[in-house]
């Protein structure tokens, strides 16, 4: 007989995930919708979509830093989700395009620090076994895909408020499972400001983030625009829940059998193959034409996303000198859903507006072709060098 312990440290953040991308899932694709609703156009949608991560850019390694710097880890974390409620009830009651500026700002700054200090966490729970991160991430994905299909239901039967609704009570829930656990603090065995330096001065950092960049960029152009495209397609809000649900199941697996993908083809072979995959999503995309073939598409979210955030966070925390796990993920965090989502999110409206989403979907795939070439060169250069392991 199996008996499930109420106590066991790795079921609060199990159940943070599950009910923090549930919560994600019932409002952030909708929210393209509800400013096309709202009579704003492709160009405001764009700035829209890319403040979030370009103010997540700078808040969430800001946030981690200064959680780092003063060990108050939970109250920044209680605070973000408590924060985050409220952004998202001033969101629903925004009148203007102004109005939805400041609202998404408070947005964006409340919530761009919470995953990096809960993966920093588990990290440190897992201790010498981080290779199953995955396995606790993957709730996360089990979230998303129940939460879509019942979200778009809702909005296709009540309207788009309800995204709203159905994403703040969810959000309760979260603050209540973050009493659950104790966010860990880290042990800082030196000067925040020495370590920070450490880190910043790293080449194989800023290596391995221009492929997170592209990746963060190449996620909020799907992100963002799938959903208009699925739209001009015919396809209706069930349809699009179901489209958030498919690409989770394949999100589910590449998270499940992330330690041994990672053991398999290393950090930088994972990071590779996802920016293959990239491509070849996006100009399945592009040229897709049926509702149905974006659904099959979609079972590539697990291979990309996935699998770039797996080896991502892996590499961060490789990386991170000891205490500075914070704020190593809340660059890591800043770099792919801040700097990179902008750029994707932004140049992707004023694509959109004057080319079409089959054109947008064609750019980025060129652009992910090039950045993998440029990275496998610099890589095979490096190692050539000795400045990188063979297998990092």
């Not at 899932?25 to 829209?48: D, M, N, T, W």
């Not at 060990?71 to 409620?85: D, E």
């Not at 509702?291 to 991170?320: N, S, Y």
Request: charged residues 10%.
């Amino acid at each position: 007989m199996f008996k499930i312990s109420i106590d066991h440290p790795l079921l609060a953040p199990k159940a943070f995930y599950f009910f923090y991308f549930a919560a994600m899932a019932s409002l952030s694709p909708f929210l393209v919708l509800y400013y096309e609703q709202r009579g704003l156009s492709g160009s405001q949608i764009g700035l829209l979509a890319g403040l979030p991560p370009l103010i997540g850019l700078f808040s969430a390694p800001f946030v981690g830093g200064l959680a780092d710097a003063t060990q108050k880890h939970s109250l920044f974390l209680r605070g973000g989700i408590v924060s985050l409620a409220l952004a998202i009830l001033a969101l629903s009651l925004a009148g203007s395009f102004v109005a939805f500026i400041f609202c998404i700002i408070f947005y964006a700054f409340s919530i761009a620090s919470i995953l990096p200090l809960v993966d920093n966490t588990v990290l440190d729970l897992l201790g010498d076994r981080k290779n199953q991160y995955g396995k606790q991430r993957l709730w996360g994905s089990v979230g998303w895909g129940l939460a879509a299909p019942v979200a778009g239901l809702l909005v296709d039967n009540s309207g788009l408020r309800w995204a709203f609704y159905v994403c703040f009570s969810i959000l309760l829930v979260l603050l209540a499972v973050s009493f659950r656990f104790q966010v860990s603090r880290g042990h800082l065995n030196r000067n925040f400001w020495s370590g920070l330096r450490l880190l910043l001065t790293n080449k194989r950092w800023f290596l391995f983030l221009s492929v997170i960049f592209t990746g963060g960029a190449s996620l909020a152009i799907i992100h963002s625009y799938l959903f208009l495209y699925l739209n001009a397609l015919g396809a209706g809000a069930v349809i699009m829940g179901l489209a958030l649900t498919v690409s989770t199941i394949s999100e589910f697996l590449v998270m499940f059998y992330a330690d041994r993908l990672l053991a398999r083809f290393g950090t930088r072979g994972l990071l590779i193959l996802a920016l293959v995959i990239f491509a070849i999503r996006l100009f399945g995309y592009a040229y897709a034409s049926l509702p149905w073939v974006i659904l099959l598409l979609q079972l590539l979210q697990g291979p990309t996303f996935a699998g770039m955030w797996m080896a991502g966070v892996a590499r961060a925390d490789e990386l991170a000198p000891p205490g500075m796990g914070a704020t190593a993920q809340g660059l890591l965090s800043g770099v792919m859903m801040g700097l990179g989502s902008a750029f994707g999110a932004i140049s992707g409206g004023i694509i959109y507006q004057n080319w079409g989403i089959p054109v947008l979907f064609q750019l980025n795939g060129l652009v992910v072709l090039l950045c993998l070439m440029v990275y496998v060169a610099t890589s095979w250069r490096l190692i050539r060098l000795k400045l990188i392991p063979t297998k990092s």
